[in-house]
């Protein structure tokens, strides 16, 4: 009972921390900060925070497998991040979260390769419904639910970090049944942090110019930003060492709704009632999962 109660919690933190993490990092790409930078820093602030933590946990001790899936998904999550990260800077949140429910399907087939998780029947008509959901959000767009929407930008980015935080969550998953989910979360943030920065390196950001872009009035959203996407990976760590990866996946859909609602509330966004709508749909795919999977 009293774990029932807490993964209820966690579940529900994640599924607002998210949205609303999403929203500070599309309000600082609004006044001027880089995507990538924005997706350093947060990792960066994070780490710093974890150092006090981190010097009590015996790293020495830990298996090959724990470094070997940490880097991997440090890789994965810190691209994954920053191509989130530029969708939000170009598109509409309240179009861009509902996306997002494809990760669930994506999680599901990496659950299914990498870790041997089988989804039942139910599971199945959930991703379904999720997706059929997913229409209604993407027929309020100008090229409407059609491959042409492949051709905008801000969708490309999306599926990619959609792709790449699916299969980091396996990664994560791997890293946790190797550790616990408080290392897992440290080492999120460290190996995040490193290939972050990677990033700006490979893509030669000109930091003078970046550093006088950033205002000291920014730091309010870094500090709200940093608050709520550690809120999220720590209860998605805990979710994860509880449930199948794929089924969380689908539960954390629930957020969507929450996307929709703040990009109609902070952004003005347009076709709120038919986003809505989809979104209902996709809530009750997820329901279907929660309710009748064979968790």
Sequence with gaps: MTETIFLSIAILLRIFSNPLGNAFQKQLTAKGNHPLLVNFLTYLFLSLICLYFAVSVYWQILPRSFWTYSILGGMAGALGNGFLIKALQKGDLSVLGPVNSYKSVVGIIAGIILLGELPDIWGIFGMVLIIYGSYFVLETTEEGFS???????????????????????????????????????????????????????IFRLDFKQMAMRFRFTDMCGYFFLVICIGTMQLTTNYVFEHMVVGYALSIFQLSIIISVLLGQRIFREQHIRKKLIGSTIMIIGSVVIILLSNN
């Design 147 to 201: 491959f042409r929407l492949l051709k905008r930008s801000e969708i490309q980015y999306r599926l990619w970090a959609m792709i790449l935080t699916a299969i980091e969550a396996v990664f994560v998953k791997k890293v946790i049944l190797a550790s616990s989910t408080g290392i897992a979360f440290i080492s999120w943030c460290f190996f995040g942090a490193v290939f972050s920065l990677a990033l700006l390196c």
